[in-house]
Nanobody, 123 residues
Framework: QVQLAESGGGLVQAGGSLSLSCKAS????????IGWYRQAPGKQRELVAT?????????ADSVKGRFTISGDNAGDTVTVYLQMNSLKPGDTAVYYC???????????????WGQGTQVTVSA
């Protein structure tokens, strides 16, 4: 099993900054990708930013230049961070950590989700 522990989030005024972190731990072979998605009320969950094990990063167009994803790999623990700057009311959503995990070398990846953390940006 893999556990994803999220922290960060909260309430901030437009133009402000927040940071999120997600620690993935457990007994797994490898995490092939890890990152953040968000879901606003009445909308579908959407990609915010992800990074692969080769540190290739992918951002939603709406957050490019404002959000930065980074990570630490400590063997059996992987931590991903999301620095969010110049926040807008449209960034308000529940942010979910996602990890694509290989439990064993020959198995396909499995998708794990965190419990979500609320980010609210006031005008």
């Amino acid at each position: 099993q893999v556990q994803l522990a999220e922290s960060g989030g909260g309430l901030v005024q437009a133009g402000g900054s927040l940071s999120l972190s997600c620690k993935a731990s457990g007994r797994f072979f490898a995490i092939t990708a890890i990152g953040w998605y968000r879901q606003a009320p009445g909308k579908q969950r959407e990609l915010v930013a992800t990074m692969t094990s080769g540190e290739r990063k992918n951002y939603a167009d709406s957050v490019k230049g404002r959000f930065t994803i980074s990570g630490d790999n400590a063997g059996d623990t992987v931590t991903v961070y999301l620095q969010m700057n110049s926040l807008k009311p449209g960034d308000t959503a529940v942010y979910y950590c996602n990890a694509e995990v290989k439990m064993r070398p020959i198995e396909p990846t499995r998708s794990y989700w965190g419990q979500g953390t609320q980010v609210t940006v006031s005008a």
